[in-house]
T-cell receptor, first 115, second 111 residues
Framework: ETGVTQTPRHLVMGMTNKKSLKCEQH?????MYWYKQSAKKPLELMFVYSLEERVENNSVPSRFSPECPNSSHLFLHLHTLQPEDSALYLC??????????????FGPGTRLTVL | GQSLEQPSEVTAVEGAIVQINCTYQTSGFYGLSWYQQHDGGAPTFLSYNALDGLEETGRFSSFLSRSDSYGYLLLQELQMKDSASYFC????????????FGSGTRLLVRP
């Protein structure tokens, strides 16, 4: 595997379900990100981890819970979601979270549908 | 508030040149970057401008004017594969890792 991978690619869940999204980066980066992409809206930054420490929590509802067990893996745990949470969830990584500009590498995303 | 404005859609003919503009209003500014995203695909990095002027990378060029809070992406010799969405993004001065994205410009290249 190369780059940034995400699983599953598609997920349909009910509002009472609990599920998790997984992201893995094979680039040796130290920073990882979760974004939400809704139709015709800008990408919204949700969470940022630098060296496994959360450095940004962008006013995201508590029904979204991130976890970063190591610098290569990032999870987004989902519970009691709402239909408006249906979107494409993108994971990204960069060499570092601060300092000179660091290009972000994105995964293919998980298309989430909440019924 | 912080915002980036770019056209929602642009249509051009194969072989032509197209310019996608981006104006921004942010509390801080550490550079303007551009990303390309094909339908169903991941956003991929195209270019980054921290200083005023034109940066050229093959068929793609990016321009920045910090005094005008304005930049553009120029695509030359358009190919069908260039049909995609293009996002400008500003690196937020308050948080060096935080990118603020525009809503994206959907480019359709016609034969």
């Amino acid at each position: 595997e190369t780059g940034v991978t995400q699983t599953p690619r598609h997920l349909v869940m009910g509002m009472t379900n609990k599920k998790s999204l997984k992201c893995e980066q094979h680039l040796g980066h130290n920073a990882m990100y979760w974004y939400k992409q809704s139709a015709k809206k800008p990408l919204e930054l949700m969470f940022v981890y630098s060296l496994e420490e959360r450095v940004e929590n962008n006013s995201v509802p508590s029904r979204f819970s991130p976890e970063c067990p190591n610098s290569s893996h990032l999870f987004l745990h989902l519970h009691t979601l709402q239909p408006e949470d249906s979107a494409l969830y993108l994971c990204a990584s960069s060499q570092a979270a601060s300092g000179p500009y660091n290009e972000q590498f994105f995964g293919p995303g998980t298309r989430l549908t909440v019924l | 508030g912080q915002s980036l404005e770019q056209p929602s859609e642009v249509t051009a003919v194969e072989g032509a040149i197209v310019q996608i503009n981006c104006t921004y209003q942010t509390s801080g500014f550490y550079g303007l970057s551009w990303y390309q995203q094909h339908d169903g695909g991941a956003p991929t990095f195209l270019s980054y401008n921290a200083l005023d002027g034109l940066e050229e990378t093959g068929r793609f060029s990016s321009f920045l004017s910090r005094s005008d809070s304005y930049g553009y992406l120029l695509l030359q010799e358009l190919q069908m594969k260039d049909s995609a969405s293009y996002f400008c993004a500003v690196r937020d001065g308050g948080s060096s890792y935080k990118l603020i994205f525009g809503s994206g410009t959907r480019l359709l290249v016609r034969p």
